[in-house]
């Protein structure tokens, strides 16, 4: 499941179509996109490509667009196209007949006759085999297919959302992903912001997490100690919100005082750090600017006046800066030799993005 935003807790809340979606938690400038674009894209047709890491909430964003959509009082049906082999796959999604292979001792509904007048979400939708894909395309093109074995035609009316963590256009280049399907679903791409990027909605995650799992443990825990947030804030979270949501339910067990201490936390995320795996190949510094920008391509394209290149570059720019600072115990000097630019141009640099009176510092080097 990606279920893994979180329900929006009480309190006054911006309107419109910024405002957060319901069962969402978060306020920060990345999310507003994700809630503007679900409203516009919920009323109508469209195929929606959902593009994120794990843990991001793609499930959650895909069930909001349905109950946003006219088919709301139709099913919503999830299929996970990662987790079975490419028969049961097929028979998943298409149903079968009685006497199609082995063990077929029944006829069975698919998932895409079960979602008629629906929508149905496919989740891991790269991990789709090519025989498969021509049969989806199919789908989306004509609203028709034949179960397994049969070869009387069904068709049905239901709206497609497709997920995935993976780069599509990559696969496409690699052969591994028609073209033709690529386009189907990616009418109206959405990118769901990793945590990192979003580093601002932690606290209320994280407090609101506490309170499911105070409550469901009957535990007497009233809450952060001090400076235990700041850690959470400084986390990268590889695993975005599911891992969130498992450090706070874990530390909430573990808990044996009323507040959840800094140590407790700083345990966890060393240790989980000690355990991950190591990086997958192909993450050298070339392959991810080529990803970034790919990126930032599907985040943009939908925007009448994306800025493509001030946001990454700037983006990039300040966030180089700020790491490159904070390594260096804030001193510029330092920072600029790591840099291989002049502190004069840092400073610059600085001034433009506003840093220096963050800092409190003054504007003259």
Not at 173 to 178: L, S, T, Y
Request: proline share 5%; net charge neutral; with cysteine.
């Amino acid at each position: 499941m990606d279920e893994h935003i979180a329900a929006t807790p009480t309190g006054s809340q911006p309107t419109g179509l910024d405002a957060p979606l319901p069962g969402v938690v978060g306020q920060s400038q990345a999310m507003r996109k994700v809630y503007r674009l679900t409203r516009l894209v919920a009323p109508t047709r469209a195929s929606v490509l959902l593009i994120g890491e794990t843990g991001t909430g793609k499930e959650l964003i895909a069930r909001a667009i349905h109950q946003l959509s006219p088919r709301n009082d139709g099913p919503f049906v999830r299929v996970n196209c990662g987790a079975l082999s490419e028969s049961l796959l097929e028979s998943e999604l298409f149903g079968h007949v009685r006497g199609a292979f082995t063990g077929a001792v029944e006829n069975r509904t698919g998932r895409f006759e079960a979602a008629h007048t629906g929508t149905i979400f496919l989740d891991e939708i790269s991990s789709m085999s090519p025989k498969l894909q021509v049969k989806l395309l199919r789908v989306l093109q004509e609203h028709e297919f034949e179960r397994v074995g049969e070869s009387k035609t069904i068709r049905v009316d239901t709206r497609v959302i497709a997920a995935t963590n993976q780069f599509l256009e990559e696969e496409v280049e690699a052969g591994r992903f028609r073209d033709d399907l690529y386009y189907r679903l990616n009418v109206v791409p959405m990118y769901l912001p990793p945590l990192r990027e979003r580093r601002e909605d932690i606290p209320s995650l994280a407090e609101f997490f506490l309170q499911r799992y105070v409550q469901e443990n009957n535990k007497p825990i009233r809450g952060f100690g001090p400076g235990a947030l700041d850690v959470l804030m400084e986390h990268d979270w590889p695993g975005n919100v599911r891992e969130l949501e498992n450090d706070i339910e874990r530390a909430v067990v573990l808990c044996q005082g009323e507040v959840i201490t800094t140590d407790m936390l700083v345990a966890q995320i060393r240790d989980e750090r000690r355990l991950r795996l190591p990086r997958r190949r192909g993450l050298d510094l070339d392959s991810m600017i080529q990803r970034l920008v790919r990126l930032g391509l599907q985040m943009y394209r939908s925007e009448s006046e994306p800025q493509l290149y001030e946001r990454l570059v700037s983006a990039l720019e300040r966030e180089l800066i700020q790491q490159v600072l904070a390594a260096c115990d804030q001193v510029q000097i330092k920072a600029a030799a790591l840099l291989g630019i002049n502190r004069n141009t840092l400073h610059k640099k600085m001034q433009e993005f506003g840093m220096l009176r963050a800092r409190g510092e003054h504007d003259s080097p």
